[in-house]
């Protein structure tokens, strides 16, 4: 079953998690360690996020967590799980993508979540590559080509080679920081479903009303999907900053007093874990199709919080 079909055909709420590529030179080891005590809560789907070059302190482009393609491999065959790598269009051609594209078809995975990525300076305007898709929806399009056998260089091999490629999208109930409002960020996120995106996945969000305003606003715009909710635990003290300069968020002020009184980064993790228990257990009941874990490695916080959940 492809990951849209679950995420269209659940009863209760289910659950599926996302993982990161370790950094680079590093094993999977880290990976095995957050999926296997993941593993007893039937997980329906894995996410492995994608990372393109940044700056280092030397002013290097660097590729620190490279591998999204071989992990999802990987993961798909010792765990037999449906797997979607995130494919980006910032940092890659779209030549680039069809090779990425090609080799995940070799691999027979055909879920994908289509991402635009940010730029390779953190603050600063995305920029397109010169060759590469500009906005999440041109990848989907791209994407739908080639389901019809449609490849890059006029070759249309027709449908003896056509993929059968079926994507997820992001959405922002706290908005995307570049639109200019909610709404007009839907009307974009329309576009993208529009183009064939079977699914949403939310950007992190920590007060529940955020995200049961977006999906009233996404279905009075006409998006029909399947709207997943992503629950981030916070593990860190300094996260109370940190989250909100990096994903263009709130945190609601009794979670800033909470986590500002914490001293240690073991208390900050214990409000956190309390937290996401608080918004999982209204997210079931309001019978959200999945609850969409960001693991970050703290895979204990999510067994605390599927265990508290369900
Ligand atoms: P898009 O949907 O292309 O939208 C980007 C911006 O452009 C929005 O403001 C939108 O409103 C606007 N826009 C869209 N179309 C148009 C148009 N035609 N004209 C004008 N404006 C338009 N980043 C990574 O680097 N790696 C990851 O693995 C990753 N995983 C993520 C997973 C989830 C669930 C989420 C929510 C985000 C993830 N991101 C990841 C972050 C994401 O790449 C950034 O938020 C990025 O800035 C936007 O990507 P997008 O696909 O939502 O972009």
């Known amino acids: 079953m492809s990951v849209a079909e679950i995420t269209q055909n659940t009863k209760k709420t289910l659950f599926s998690f996302e993982i990161l590529p370790p950094l680079k030179g590093k094993g999977l080891e880290s990976i095995y360690n957050t999926i296997n005590p993941l593993m007893e809560f039937n997980p329906q789907f894995i996410t492995i996020t994608s990372h393109r070059e940044v700056y280092d302190a030397n002013n290097n482009r660097v590729r620190r967590r490279p591998g999204t393609v071989a992990v999802a491999a990987v993961v798909a065959q010792k765990y037999s799980i449906p797997v979607v790598p995130h494919i980006l269009c910032g940092g890659f051609s779209r030549k680039e993508t069809e090779y990425v594209l090609i080799d995940l078809n070799f691999l027979g995975i055909t879920d994908i979540f289509a991402l635009r990525g940010d730029s390779i300076k953190h603050g600063e305007p995305y920029k397109a590559e010169p060759d590469g898709n500009t906005y999440a929806r041109d990848l989907l399009l791209q994407i739908n080509d080639m389901n019809k056998g449609k490849y890059?260089?006029?070759?249309?091999?027709?449908?003896?080679?056509?993929?059968?490629?079926?994507?997820?999208?992001?959405?922002?109930?706290e908005k995307h920081y570049a639109a200019a409002d909610l709404d007009t960020d839907i009307a974009h996120l329309k576009a993208k479903v529009d183009a064939g995106a079977q699914y949403i996945i939310t950007q992190m969000f920590f007060e529940n009303a955020h995200y049961f305003n977006f999906v009233e606003k996404c279905r009075a715009q006409g998006i029909t999907v399947p709207i997943v909710?992503?629950?981030?635990?916070?593990?860190?003290?300094?996260?109370?900053?940190?989250?909100?300069?990096?994903?263009?968020?709130?945190?609601?002020?009794?979670?800033?007093?909470?986590?500002?009184?914490?001293?240690?980064?073991?208390?900050?993790?214990q409000v956190g874990t309390e937290w996401a228990i608080m918004q999982s257990k209204e997210l079931v009941a309001h019978n959200v199709p999945l609850l969409h874990l960001y693991t970050y490695s703290s895979a204990q916080q999510c067994v605390d919080i599927l265990k508290a959940s369900f």
């Open 152 to 173: 890059l260089d006029d070759e249309n091999f027709g449908a003896s080679l056509a993929t059968n490629f079926s994507c997820g999208v992001a959405g922002y109930p």
């Open 229 to 269: 909710p992503g629950i981030k635990p916070i593990g860190f003290k300094n996260q109370v900053d940190v989250l909100p300069r990096l994903f263009h968020l709130e945190l609601p002020q009794d979670l800033q007093n909470a986590l500002r009184n914490c001293e240690t980064d073991e208390a900050a993790k």
